[in-house]
């Protein structure tokens, strides 16, 4: 990307922004007595906090480690959305995985927000619910009715603000507007700049082979098997993140909401009894080279994501006792399944070389019209800087019923409605001169499991074991894959069109194909699992179906870790409805 505009555009952007009651200091809080203690200020976080606070007479504390989004462009901007994801940045935590087996001992980024709205600020934008499958199975297995499609999907319509798309183009035929939510604090809408060519063939194919590809009007339903338009957490030409909407000014302003930037929590702290079960009283955070201690009277709440909520857990003293007795951490709860069950997206990008201009390399690779684009957008919020580089579509995809891969491991889907492959086509591709296209290609529904895991240092990165392609299902299922690529391009819409393969893979046996992905593949970054839901009295999982911890008084997860299998889906669509209903449930606990 080009600076220089980048610099210009910062100027513009910061002119009349204030913090409102975003505290940088420690020092200027008014207290560190609060009722409800939040741990996060990311994509479940803000939800929770703005949910709680509409009760005027309880107060609530958020701790977020990064700085503010505000003026943050590369946030702000769709289209430079790709920046924030690159393998280091001030609004990243820079997290690295472990060497993964299943990648032939590559150890890879893993890309997670540092900054207000965490990734919610920070992620592709790509909004997607999951199957209705998805839901109904997470009922299944907690036991709880509540978290089945039918009875989360208000949620879903309680989180949104469908928004008409930045060039307001005619959007009948892209979307179904009976299924989405228009009074919600995150906007959702179609792209608000257009890739005529290149859309256009992705229709056609779906028209050409209708019964490998059919096109699905929309992925939102409960029924997302097909291809069809994206949806992105974009409004009116820029990023909608749990930052921008659940902690816009009018609310951030009431008086018992706070928010401190820079705080980055170790442990919780304070242990008492209550009711027979251990319960804490305060979160000990770092701020500058000074440890703090905030005090919750009712509730504290981690919703620092499927990464730093576990690692919380364990430098708390919840966890594996065996583990936590060899780190020296005394053990306050027993619970083996802290930091277990994670299970994530594995990505394979797929790049072809295009005989088309109508590509994102047309701005990327062209100073003048990258800089007419971001004149444009920061004039009047239109033009290619509204368009998310994640893509134009998506398509949800099967195995076939009766694949050869079903004789390695039986199948890991939640149910017939429910995809085993995000197909997400992309108008830009590789970092080199030309014009290209890619296809990512995810496998959504993954038999390996990996884990989080921590050192004797609070305040050192956790270990982070996604265990990619650990099993020999998820390698023989993502070959497939490539196969239904292969299919998808082979269709007349492309003929003319596509060029050179970055990665031949058509050229290849099985073996080294196989091979190939392996050394190829990268982080869907869509963790889930880590202290996942189980029935209430299970002796395996880590919270009940109502988020409280097993075993502790006073404490709850909000957030991504506490889905028990990653869903088919992008997960902050979830992860807002997840924090939405897990307010509520608070709130009921409050009442009784």
Same mark, same amino acid.
């Given at each position: ?228 338009? /994206? ?176 004789? /390695? ?50 305040? @050192? ?14 390698? /023989? @299922? ?115």
């Amino acid at each position: 990307m080009f600076s220089p505009t980048l610099t210009i555009l910062g100027v513009l952007f910061f002119g009349g922004l204030g913090l409102c009651k975003l505290y940088e200091d420690v020092a200027d809080l008014p207290s560190l007595q609060y009722d409800y203690v939040v741990v996060g200020g990311g994509t479940a976080g803000n939800v929770v906090a703005n949910r709680l606070t509409e009760n005027p007479d309880v107060s609530v504390l958020v701790l977020e480690a990064g700085p503010s989004n505000e003026g943050v462009l590369v946030s702000e901007v769709p289209f430079l959305g790709n920046d924030l994801l690159a393998p280091t940045g001030p609004y990243s935590w820079n997290y690295t995985t472990t060497p993964q087996t299943g990648l032939n001992s590559r150890a890879i980024s893993y890309a997670r927000g540092y900054l207000l709205g965490g990734c919610s600020s920070h992620n592709g934008m790509v909004y997607s619910r999951g199957a209705k499958d998805d839901f109904d199975r997470y009922a299944k297995l907690t036991g709880d009715e509540g978290w089945s499609w039918d009875q989360i999907f208000p949620y879903f319509l309680k989180t949104e603000k469908w928004t008409p798309p930045a060039d307001h183009h005619d959007t009948r035929g892209q979307f179904n507007p009976s299924i989405h939510g228009t009074a919600g604090r995150i906007s959702v809408s179609l792209s608000g700049f257009q890739w005529p060519d290149f859309q256009r063939r992705i229709i056609q194919t779906t028209e050409e082979l209708p019964h490998d590809f059919p096109f699905n009007l929309d992925m939102n339903s409960g029924q997302p098997l097909g291809v069809g338009w /994206i949806q992105s957490t974009i409004g009116h030409g820029e990023r909608s993140s749990s930052a921008t909407g659940y902690l816009e000014p009018n609310f951030i302003q009431r008086p018992n909401l706070d928010v401190l930037l820079h705080a980055k929590v170790s442990k919780l702290v304070n242990v008492t009894q209550h009711q027979g079960k251990p319960r804490f009283g305060g979160v000990q955070f770092r701020y500058g080279t000074s440890l703090f201690i905030a005090e919750a009277s009712k509730e504290i709440i981690l919703s620092a994501g499927a990464i730093n909520t576990p690692q919380v857990l364990l430098n708390s003293g919840v966890g594996d006792h065996s583990t936590l007795k060899a780190l020296g951490i005394p053990t306050v709860m027993d619970l083996p399944s802290v930091g277990k069950n994670s299970s994530d997206h594995s990505v394979l990008p797929l790049t072809w070389a295009v005989n088309s201009n109508d590509t994102a390399e047309s701005i990327t690779q062209n100073a003048t019209r990258f800089n007419e684009a971001s004149e444009q957008w920061n004039t009047s919020r239109t033009g290619p800087f509204v368009f998310a580089l994640a893509g134009t579509h998506a398509g949800w995809l099967r195995l076939s019923p009766d694949s050869p891969v079903f004789d /390695i491991h039986p199948d890991p889907s939640p149910g017939p409605g429910a995809p085993h492959f995000e197909f997400l086509f992309l108008p830009s591709g590789v970092n080199m001169p030309g014009h290209f296209i890619t296809l990512l290609l995810a496998l959504v529904s993954p038999v390996s499991r990996g884990s989080i895991t921590i050192s004797s240092d609070p305040f @050192a990165d956790p270990l982070i074991n996604p265990a990619y392609l650990g099993s020999e299902f998820d390698a /023989i @299922a993502l070959r497939e894959g490539v196969k239904l690529a292969e299919k998808f391009f082979n269709a007349p819409a492309w003929h003319g069109y596509l060029g050179a393969p970055a990665i031949n893979l058509a050229a290849m046996n099985a073996t080294e194909q196989v091979a190939t992905i392996r050394a190829n593949v990268v982080s869907g970054s869509h963790m889930v699992g880590t202290a996942s839901m189980s029935p209430r009295d299970a002796t395996y999982g880590v919270v009940n179906p109502d988020l409280t911890v097993k075993g502790i008084a006073g404490l709850r997860v909000i957030d991504a870790s506490v889905l028990p299998i990653v869903p088919g889906a992008h997960t902050q669509a979830a992860t807002y409805a997840v924090a939405e209903r897990g307010a509520d449930l608070v709130k009921q606990t409050r009442a009784t």
